[in-house]
Every structure is written in structure tokens, then in C-alpha cells.
């Protein structure tokens, strides 16, 4: 009974996450569309973007190779793994084990790699300097998540999602480190899911683009996929720091059903609250210079790095 | 009454051969004459304004420096070859290449003998000329070389993402450094001087007011101007205060969209939603004014088409005033968002010197330290009554010209409202006689909001536009754009780009 209650809480997490990001993104964009007098897309419209894509042909590239037709499965399917296994209503689910901080960034690594691969792959220009810039900001980013992941773990005493998670519930205790960490992931996730100041995901000019540069080629189902999967991705950020940050409603191990149900309404509160924040953020800034970026995630990287020592030298003492 | 003076000039031309170009004086020049004038450009002692021809002969406009009076000199080419101007005068390249596209007619010595406006495909070669046809539709197009071991090519259009006209740019760049550019042009080609040849007035005047959609007024304005200059006509005191009211909507509607639209290309969406709805306003008050958003065919040689009812002054007022409180805020919003201006400020830096050389006119120059405005510099009727400062910067880069459209925005409310103050009473149209006694040529040069437009044409003893040459400000800007990218980031190009905002439709012609 337990075990099938588990894996109803983790499939209902799969299918919760899958479900709720593009709602997540037509969220931002619609509050993006208020702030600036427009009246906006419906919030549901990624989800009618997605099924349009779906029912749509699929134009390959003459020289596109079995990369380009695999990589947007690998990434959703990297992207979505991810984003399942961080604690979002619940901690302690069925999977939780191999929620690992690290697991974690190395998952949406692999997703970095086989996508800047793929951009590269049909060899247009823009899809190269997509890919160019991507690694470029990925090579920044990585090191700025992982030392963030370790000011986390070193408090908690654990990389695994779901204790840490809990430990912040329990045992939090107001430090310099946690709010370094906590801005350093907010600058990370920004720069990582490609929006304001980094990247602008609702531009048109080419020259100027990242992520979309590289999916410039992609059309029909394969667009699909990759649309959810970074739908995805904003969404495991999002997840990430509610979770190790303002774990509060989080159902635990083994609770009740109407716990789960509480948790999940907290999610989505949530949720819509740093997609409310997300797109007053975006609306009040211009985008940065390219070479700017590597400044922006710099003070990332810094902040977990100081984060790290804070946290050695108060213990130490 | 200052306004008529240039008209009743314009009448006065000796009635003895050759065709003079009113308001203007025409030099018929020999090839001598015809190298000195270049010489004097090239010195940068006289500034080109256009380079055109009508198959038989070439004709160059210069302006003398701190002059009000254009020259246009003509230099018959009976052999089909003139002395390359592009030669000692590099901003005159392009116009040369597409004097030899349309009429075949060959600049000795020129330093670029590829095709420009011509890609192969209208199936015929110089249209303006002999006509010949050709049978294959041919593309082949040999880039400017950059060769090195970092650098790589980037092709951008035709066809580009947005809802803008096609224009192919050649980007060699080193990593995100761009190293050179090259643009290539003529993709909306429309042979507006072959739809103009043989056209009624009234007619030719529709087509000079689709050059350039989003100047029309301006075109219109030029077109009509050059015809009045041509037949003397003089035009009601009226008509010409409603000729500036519709110029300065029209500059103020493009100025508002195209500050907006720069900050757009920076992801700064606020201030496109922000000056979008000013520019929407101000388009419906033209259409509640003069019956279209964009006044197309509102100005007509003779004066214009559609009076201004009494009740809209006060209409229009109550925009100015709701402008003007806006106004500052946009400031503010533009000048304080620093994301904004860490991207703006030394971006796309033009020279002086390149300014000057080119004599790129309007707030590109402007903004480059080049004090000149055709309403101010050669002056029109009604602009010699209104005063207006002309807003110039030395800096030359993308945020510059962002404050000199600014300070151009200030200037027109300040036109329209003297406009509203003044505006006489009488009659908004002269009737004149399309027929001249024999050929005639007139020109006049009117200020878009991009730039100078020059208008050159000749009609006929039928009353028909035997000839028209109409000049975007465009074609001394484009060359300019890919100088100023040089050295700059690949993803700052639509930053630079957007701050020019050439037309393609108008250069293309």
C-alpha cells in the first residue's frame, strides 16, 4: 500500500511538473503583457503552441544527422528527469534518493551539451553562434551552481534534495551563507533559462539570440519537445528554490493525502509568485551586453564562493 | 509674405534655353567643369547631395558649405561614359553603380564596377536605357574579402525574422567582433523612375508618395514642392501651415516608434509599450484629422487635399498637451534605466569626419556633429516663419542619437503648436496649368524625419514627368551603418541598426 501510495506521489509529481510549466511560462508572459498595458496571450496558450507543434510537419535540414532528430528527445528527456526528482509538494518521494544536488546539475548539463551540439549540427551560422554563446555561458554558470550546491549541502549536511529540503524546514537557522546562495541561484537560474537580462526569449533578431538561436531550425514536434523541456527547466529552477529556500507546506515522507494536496496549492503559489517577481524583473531591465554576462554570473560564482568560506569559518569557530 | 518668396523666384527663370531648375540654378558643365565640382566634394568644401541620371546625361547636386542654394550641374554623356565621381568621392559609389544599373551610362574609372541595384532578375538590362534582355536570371555577387584564420562569415537575410523590409548584410566577424560588414540592397526594387516617366502630375505624385511608406508625407511634400518649383505655382498660405503640420506628425509618430523600437532591441519592452501608445495617438489624431493614419496623398502639388475643421485644433492641442506631459517621463524612463544605457552609450560611434564626408543628413548626422537641416539649412515655405532648435550631439553613438530624436520630438511640438497659433484662413488648393509653355525641371529639398529628400524632375512640353529622381536620406546612411559596426559585438548590430533606421524601400527606389 505504501509502495503504491509512493508511486502515485512521484508519477503525480512527473505529470504535475510536465504539466504545470508551460503554464508556468504563459503565466510570466501574461503578466509581462499586463505590466507593459498589453492584454496579453491567453495563460494556457504555451500548451496550445505545444499540441499546434505536435500536429505539425517536421522539416529536417538535408545535412542534419541523427543528432539533430535525437537531441530535442535527450534534452526533455534529461530536463524532465530533473525536474522530477526535485521535491515540489513533497519530500521523500519514491525517487528522492537520487535527487542529487549534483546529479541534478549534471542532468541539465548533458541537456547543455547535446543542445549546443545539435545547434551546431545543420551548420547555419546563427545556430553556431547560438551554440558559441551558450557554452560560454554554461562554462560560467556550472562552476557558480556548484558552489552554491556546496554552501547549501555544507548546511544541511547533505547533497540529496529532499533532506536538504527537509533540514531547511526543520532546522533552519538564519545565516549570511543561505542568502548569498540564494541570490547566487536566483542570478544562475536567470542566466541559465536564457531570460532578462541574459537572453531574451521573445526576440526575433537573430543576431542577438542564445537558446533561440540554436533551436532557430528546429520546427513541428521537435520544437514541441524542445519548448517543454525548457518550459522545464525554468520550471526545475523555480522548484529548486522554493524547495531548499522556503521549504514551508512541504508534504513529508509518507504523509497524508491532504497534506500532498496542501503542498501542491503551496507549489503553485509558489510558483505563481516567482512568476509574477520573474516578469516584473524582466520588464524593468534592458538586456545585457554579451560580454557583460560573464560579469553577471561572475558575482554568482563569488557569492557561493564566499558563501563556502562563510560557512567553513563559522563552523570552524 | 516671406513663405512665397522661393515660388515667385521660381517664376522669374529667364525664358531662354538651357532648362533651368528652379528654384535652383542648373550649370551645364563640360567634363573639366564636371571634375572640379567632384574635386570640391571630394575636398569636403561642398556637400553631395544626389548623383542621378535620365539616360543622357548625368547630373551632380551639391551644396556649398553654410550656402542655402543647391547647384546642379549636368554633364552630357553622349559616348555613355562619365568621369567616376565615386572615384575622389567614395559616398557617391552607390549612386554611380546605379546609374549604370538603370541607364547603362559607365563612370570612367570607377573604383567598384559591380552591379548594386541590379541582381540579374528583372530580366532585362538598364531599364531606364536600351533595355536589353537578358535570358538566364543570374545572382552571382563577389562579397568584399576578409580573410584570416579567426574570422568567420555570417549572412543575415534577405528575409529577416521581423515584419521589416529584405536587405541581405554580410557580417565577417571575429568570434562576436565584427570585423566588417557588407550590405547588400536593391531587393525592393520597383523602378519607381520608369513608373514615373511619361506619368500625369497628379499621378507621379501618387508614386512619390509610396517611395518610403513611412515618410510619405515628406515624399509627397518633396514631390509637390519640386513640381511648384518647376511650373510657379504659388501655393496657399494655408496649405503650406498644413504642409508643416503634417511633416511634423509625421516626424513626431516616426521619432516616438523608432525610440521605442531601439529600446525593444535591447529587451527595454517598456519603453516600446510607453512610446508606442504616443505614437498610436498620434496616428489616430492624423486620421481624425486628414482622414488617413499615415496622410498619404494629403499633400498634392498645389497644396493639399484636405482641410483641418476648426474643432480639431483644439483635438490636436489637447494631444500636444498630453505629449508634453508624457514627454518628461520618457526622459526620465529612457535616461535612468542604466541597463538600458550600459547598452546605448558608445555603441555604434560615428565619426565627425564620416558624418561630413557623407553628408548624411537628419539625426544621424546630427547626432555626429553635422548641423544640417533642409528646413533650416536651405529652407521652405512655412518653415522660414516657425523657430525650432535643432537638437546636435558630437558623440555619434546609438544613445546620442536617441537624445538628438529627443530633442527633434521637442522641436516639432513646438512647430505644430505655432502652426495651430498661426494657421491662416483661405484656401488649401491653387489650380495651376500642368502644361508648361516647353520642358521644364524643378527640385526641392524637404527634411524627413530620416533626412534631406531630394526631389529632382522634368516635365515635359506635355505636361507629363518626362523625368524624376527621387533621393532617400537613406543613401548616405547605409554606407555609414556598416562603418559604425566595425569593431562592435555581432548582437549589437540591430542595437546600431535600429538607431539608423534606413529605408530600403526608399533607397531601393
Known sequence: MTFLLDLFAQAMQMILVLALSPVLIGFTRKVKARLLRRQGAPVMQPWYDLIRLLRKETVLAEDASWLYRSAPYIIFATTWVAASLAPTFATGLMFSWIADLIALTALLGSARFVLAL??????????????????????????????????????????????????????????????FALVGLVIVAIAENGRIPVDN????????????????????????????????????????????????????????????????????????????????????????????????????????????????????? | MMFMRREKRGGEAPPAAPPSC??????????????????????????????????????????????????????????????????????????????????????????????????????LRHPGGAREAIDTPSDAYSFLKAEGEPLHQIPVGPVHAGIIEPGHFRFTANGEVVVRLEERLGFVHKGVGQLMAGAAVAQAAKVAARVSGDSTVAYSFAFARAVEAALGVAVPARAQYLRALMAELERLANHFGDIGAICNDAAFALMLAQCGLVRERLLRAAAACFGHRLMMDRIVPGGVSVDLEADKIAELRGLLDWINLMLPRLLKLYGDTTSLQDRTVGTGALSEDLARQYACGGFVGRASGRRFDARRSVGYAPYETLSFELGVSKEGDVDARIWVRFDEIKASLGIIEQVLDRLPHGGIHATFEETPPREIEGAALVESFRGDILVWLRIGANGRIAHAHLRDPSWFQWPLLEAVIKGNIVADFPLCNKSFNCSYSGHDL
Not at chain 1, 216 to 221: N, Q, T
Not at chain 1, 277 to 305: N, P, Q
Not at chain 2, 37 to 52: H, K, N
Not at chain 2, 99 to 123: F, K, N, Q
Open chain 1, 201 to 317: 526569449p521573445s526576440t526575433h533578431l537573430e543576431l542577438t539570440m542564445v537558446h533561440e538561436a540554436m533551436i532557430l531550425e528546429y520546427s513541428g514536434r521537435h520544437l514541441a519537445v524542445i519548448e517543454l523541456a525548457s518550459a522545464l527547466k525554468l520550471l526545475l529552477y523555480v522548484s529548486l528554490i522554493a524547495c531548499v529556500f522556503f521549504p514551508f507546506g512541504l508534504a513529508p515522507h509518507n504523509g497524508s493525502l491532504s497534506g500532498m494536496g496542501y503542498g501542491v496549492v503551496l507549489y503553485v503559489a509558489k510558483l505563481a509568485v516567482a512568476g509574477f517577481l520573474l516578469a516584473v524583473f524582466e520588464v524593468s531591465t534592458a538586456k545585457m551586453r554579451v560580454f557583460r554576462v560573464s560579469d553577471y554570473l561572475g558575482v554568482a560564482l563569488m557569492l557561493g564562493l564566499l558563501g563556502t568560506l562563510l560557512v567553513f569559518v563559522t563552523r570552524s569557530l
Open chain 1, 118 to 179: 545539435a545547434g551546431m549540427d545543420v551548420g547555419t551560422s546563427f545556430g553556431g553562434i547560438g551554440s558559441s554563446r551558450e557554452t560560454m555561458f554554461g562554462s560560467l554558470a556550472e562552476p557558480a551552481t556548484i558552489m552554491i550546491v556546496f554552501v547549501v549541502s555544507l548546511i544541511a549536511g547533505s547533497t540529496q534534495l529532499s533532506e536538504v529540503a527537509a533540514y531547511m524546514a526543520s532546522d533552519f537557522e538564519l545565516r549570511v551563507s543561505v542568502g
Open chain 2, 22 to 123: 528652379h528654384p535652383w540654378s542648373r550649370l551645364d558643365v563640360g567634363a573639366k567643369d564636371w571634375s572640379a565640382a567632384v574635386e570640391e566634394i571630394a575636398r569636403g568644401d561642398a556637400d553631395l547631395l544626389s548623383l542621378w541620371s535620365d539616360g543622357a546625361s548625368v547630373y551632380l547636386a551639391t551644396i556649398a558649405k553654410d550656402a542655402s542654394d543647391v547647384v546642379i550641374r549636368a554633364l552630357a554623356c553622349p559616348d555613355r561614359r562619365f568621369p567616376s565621381v565615386g572615384l575622389l568621392h567614395m559616398p557617391a559609389l552607390r549612386l554611380e553603380r546605379t546609374i549604370a544599373d538603370l541607364y547603362g551610362l559607365e563612370p570612367i574609372g570607377s573604383p567598384d564596377a559591380r552591379r548594386w541595384l541590379d541582381h540579374g532578375r528583372w530580366g
